[in-house]
């Protein structure tokens, strides 16, 4: 038996990562708890102070396929290499070929730049583009394969 996860960031700045990241991976704002027609129902019905109600954001693939993420405000920033990355397949992973897979890969390479993103290297496999390494806004790294 499987179980439900959640893939959380810790974050400056949720709504900016948020941003982001919905562009990155396609995902939607999450739907509220159940029992509430949206979020702010549900922070007025759990007293969460305004000044509070973007110390988080909740993501979620709009095919309900891919995991939820949540985004939480925390008070120290990024200090180290991730030790846990995504692989953004925007080639169609390794098992396609070469010449079709490396545009895929500049093309959305280029779109995360344009939302904030920054290529930390690319790399090579036999001379040709295998992925690139790239960082969100806040230093979280990954790769676009």
């Not at 974050?11 to 990155?24: M, N």
């Not at 993501?59 to 180290?80: H, M, N, T, Y």
Request: charged fraction near 30%.
């Amino acid at each position: 038996m499987t179980v439900a996860w959640t893939l959380t960031f810790d974050s400056a700045h949720p709504p900016t990562l948020a941003a982001f990241w919905k562009t990155a991976l396609g995902y939607v704002d999450a739907s509220p708890p159940r029992g509430f027609a949206d979020w702010e129902e549900f922070y007025r019905h759990h007293d969460v102070p305004d000044e509070e109600r973007d110390a988080a954001a909740y993501l979620e693939d709009p095919d309900k396929q891919g995991p939820r993420i949540s985004i939480l405000r925390v008070p120290e920033p990024k200090a180290a290499k991730n030790r846990i990355h995504l692989d953004i397949q925007a080639g169609g992973g390794r098992g396609v070929p070469w010449e079709v897979r490396a545009p895929r890969v500049r093309a959305a390479v280029e779109r995360l730049l344009a939302a904030g993103a920054t290529v930390l290297r690319e790399d090579e496999v036999d001379g040709r583009l295998d992925h690139v390494v790239m960082a969100d806004p806040e230093g979280n790294e990954f790769c676009v394969v």
